[in-house]
């Protein structure tokens, strides 16, 4: 009996020792483990999704792409919250030494990227998805084999690289808006095509030739690439059979990477007027708010 009680003990031993995160006695290759956030609105437990209300909110089933550790663009999803798991392929240590990461969201097989980078329009069809047009990137989170949990978050979280205009449409002197918004409304002269670099998370516009974009009143919101504005947005809104023409204003004359550029237009019967707000898309801890 005594023997077999020190076999089981010894084996219960080498099991403890083998189940130890934080160390890899056998120095084997370990798995990566891998959380991430979006921006600074950070729990202990990271739960965000993209297509949150502030954009800082992950989806069950996004999956990004990481780098690091010898591997590239290799693909790892969410439930939505926060913990990321391999959609094939696991990244593993092979080594003590301690490795950076790299990742951006929304992932793409390398067969759909040229020089890493992945190209797309920003126009009235692309607007309908939006995630797929939301770029993000984050970098500088490190794990080795002794330390596997590489964590996305603070300083090294995810960061939108598009630029968001947003909307609220208010009834002025005379005027109802439904609760749908106006018919439509377009903005003018705007560079829809553009690319992401998934190696360094740059967006930028690809194009000179500016366009119009037509989208429902019921987007309160639109995705563009970063660009130079001259002065302002122009934009038409189609309302009870009528067209009211303004123009958005655009601190100092750019659409900036990761910044929401927020207007409220009042519909009266003869005019619409325009007030304005620029913030940080994803960072939510401080008032960053600027009116322009």
Same mark, same amino acid.
């Given at each position: 009996?005594?023997?077999?009680?020190?076999?089981?003990?010894?084996?219960?031993?080498?099991?403890?020792?083998?189940?130890?995160? !934080?160390? !890899?006695?056998?120095?084997?290759?370990?798995?990566?483990?891998?959380?991430?956030?979006? $921006?600074?609105?950070?729990?202990?437990?990271?739960?965000?999704?993209?297509?949150?209300?502030?954009?800082?909110?992950?989806?069950?089933?996004?999956?990004?792409?990481?780098?690091?550790?010898?591997?590239? !663009?290799?693909?790892?999803?969410?439930?939505?919250?926060?913990?990321?798991?391999?959609?094939?392929?696991?990244?593993?240590?092979?080594? *003590?030494?301690?490795?950076?990461?790299?990742?951006?969201?929304?992932?793409?097989?390398?067969?759909?990227?040229?020089?890493?980078?992945?190209? #797309?329009?920003?126009?009235?069809?692309?607007?309908?998805?939006?995630?797929?047009?939301?770029?993000?990137?984050?970098?500088?989170?490190?794990?080795?084999?002794?330390?596997?949990?590489?964590?996305? #978050?603070?300083?090294?979280?995810?960061?939108?690289?598009?630029?968001?205009?947003?909307?609220?449409?208010?009834?002025?002197?005379?005027?109802?808006?439904?609760?749908?918004? *106006?018919?439509?409304?377009?903005?003018?002269?705007?560079?829809?095509?553009?690319?992401?670099?998934?190696?360094? $998370?740059?967006?930028?516009?690809?194009?000179?030739? /500016?366009?119009?974009?037509?989208? *429902?009143?019921?987007?309160?919101?639109?995705?563009?690439?970063?660009?130079?504005?001259?002065?302002?947005?122009?934009?038409?809104?189609?309302?009870? $059979?009528?067209?009211?023409?303004?123009?958005?204003? #655009?601190?100092? $004359?750019?659409?900036?990477?990761?910044?929401?550029?927020?207007?409220?237009?009042?519909?009266?019967?003869?005019?619409?007027? #325009?007030?304005?707000?620029?913030?940080?898309?994803? /960072? !939510?801890?401080?008032?960053?708010?600027?009116?322009?």
């Amino acid at each position: 009996m005594k023997t077999r009680f020190f076999a089981f003990a010894a084996l219960a031993l080498t099991l403890a020792a083998c189940n130890n995160d !934080n160390e !890899n006695l056998n120095d084997g290759p370990v798995a990566a483990r891998f959380t991430a956030a979006i $921006g600074n609105n950070v729990t202990a437990t990271p739960s965000t999704r993209v297509s949150g209300t502030d954009g800082d909110l992950w989806d069950n089933g996004d999956c990004i792409g990481i780098t690091g550790a010898g591997y590239t !663009n290799i693909p790892y999803v969410t439930s939505g919250d926060g913990n990321f798991t391999p959609k094939s392929v696991p990244i593993y240590y092979d080594d *003590p030494s301690e490795h950076a990461f790299s990742a951006y969201y929304p992932y793409q097989e390398d067969s759909k990227l040229t020089e890493d980078k992945i190209t #797309v329009t920003t126009d009235a069809t692309a607007q309908q998805n939006q995630s797929s047009i939301d770029f993000l990137f984050a970098s500088g989170a490190t794990g080795s084999t002794y330390n596997p949990d590489v964590k996305f #978050v603070k300083d090294n979280s995810f960061h939108h690289c598009m630029s968001r205009i947003t909307f609220t449409f208010i009834g002025g002197s005379g005027v109802t808006i439904p609760a749908e918004g *106006p018919l439509n409304y377009t903005l003018k002269d705007l560079l829809l095509e553009g690319s992401f670099d998934t190696a360094n $998370g740059q967006a930028a516009a690809t194009t000179t030739d /500016r366009e119009n974009v037509t989208l *429902p009143g019921s987007f309160t919101s639109a995705i563009f690439f970063p660009q130079d504005i001259v002065t302002s947005i122009g934009m038409n809104i189609e309302l009870n $059979g009528k067209t009211y023409s303004t123009a958005l204003p #655009v601190k100092d $004359g750019k659409l900036e990477s990761g910044k929401e550029y927020h207007y409220n237009i009042t519909i009266s019967h003869n005019d619409a007027t #325009v007030s304005a707000t620029i913030s940080e898309w994803d /960072r !939510n801890d401080t008032d960053l708010s600027v009116k322009f």
